[in-house]
């Protein structure tokens, strides 16, 4: 009986989260204005419910569980819907955090913009490359009254995808005030020829970032006399993901040289990506919907921006779903 009613259950919490997963990756309203107001006899409700309604028309079990299950345990309520959106939106960074962690090497690349409530956003996209193909990755919108090295550690210590991932964040907070100082002395052309003369001379003498990234530099010099034998073969290359693709079909040869190819591809070099997600936030965060609370706002922002991603969610909804049971606190809805 018990292993019944949990079965119901889940099937019927994937119902409810495959409606919100819709509205998120479609960038829709969810909720309408006032979800009980009647127009007539039509009671005026968002997306969400309607979305509801249209699929128990061909679903008995959901049409008979909104008619005649328990109001109690319904999971229509404001809380449940920001419960759901936190677990779809985790899940989709945890998708991110797994490539990450796989990629070892990592870059982050911030921009930011003001949105309808006139209020400055930083928007944060991590880039890395996996398997030789570059991903730059939208991973949270951020509320910043300042913007500065300081308020970029504050920033850092509440959010939690670069705690997990990121733990030198702060020393990079740190670095990025220690450039700032050093860019503002270069005020006249004598200090900034010393500094390029300096930058040539560190480009030139590798060593150093050989032995930060642990590499031997004997080793790799002769991975790079024997590179050009494997690349003359190939008829063209136009970009270094092209030089990392042919030298990863005999990746033993040349497992130092691959390492330094896919540092130099993690490397962020403009901040497209990152302007892009402006366009998301001005249709996410309208004049009709500008008291979205940040926490929300960033939920939605990861199933819309990142549908690549949450896509892989409909074939998951069931380990969703089983994140959502510690979450609810509802005793009449048993999901274990």
């Known amino acids: 009986m018990r292993s019944k009613q949990v079965h119901e259950n889940r099937q019927y919490v994937m119902y409810v989260m495959e409606a919100l997963l819709y509205c998120g990756q479609q960038g829709i309203a969810i909720c309408g204005h006032r979800e009980t107001e009647k127009v007539g006899s039509f009671i005026s409700v968002g997306n969400y419910l309607n979305l509801l309604k249209l699929q128990s028309r061909h679903t008995d079990f959901l049409r008979k569980r909104l008619g005649s299950g328990p109001k ?47 209020k400055e956003q930083m928007t944060s996209v991590i880039c890395y490359a ?63 020829d010393k500094i390029w003369d300096e930058a040539a001379v560190f480009a030139q003498a590798h060593k150093p970032i050989l032995t930060h990234y642990g590499n031997d530099e004997e080793c790799i010099s002769s991975e790079l006399l024997t590179a050009p034998t494997v690349l003359c073969k190939v008829s063209s290359l136009t970009c270094i993901n092209q030089v990392y693709s042919h030298l990863n079909e005999v990746n033993e040869c040349f497992p130092l040289l691959l390492e330094a190819l896919q540092i130099a591809m993690t490397i962020g070099v403009t901040t ?48 969703v779903v089983l994140k959502f049971s510690p979450e609810h606190k509802n005793s009449r809805m048993v999901l274990q």
């Open 72 to 118: 109690n345990a319904s999971l229509l309520g404001h809380y449940y819907q920001i419960s759901m959106l936190q677990v779809l939106a985790e899940s989709v960074l945890g998708y991110i955090k797994d490539e990450v962690r796989a990629a070892r090497y990592y870059s982050i690349v911030t921009d930011k913009t003001k949105h309808i409530s006139n």
């Open 130 to 192: 996996l398997k030789g193909v570059v991903h730059e990755r939208f991973i949270s919108y951020t509320h910043c009254e300042e913007l500065n090295a300081a308020a970029l550690q504050n920033i850092s210590t509440r959010f939690s995808l670069l705690r997990e991932i990121i733990p030198n964040y702060a020393a990079a907070a740190s670095c990025i005030e220690a450039t700032e100082k050093t860019l503002a002395n270069l005020k006249c052309k004598d200090q900034w």
């Open 272 to 319: 497209a990506t990152a302007e892009r997600t402006f366009s998301s936030l001005r249709r996410l965060k309208t004049f009709l919907r500008s008291t979205i609370l940040q926490k929300r706002l960033n939920h939605l922002s990861l199933l819309r921006i990142k549908k690549d991603l949450s896509a892989k969610l409909w074939d998951n909804l069931g380990d």
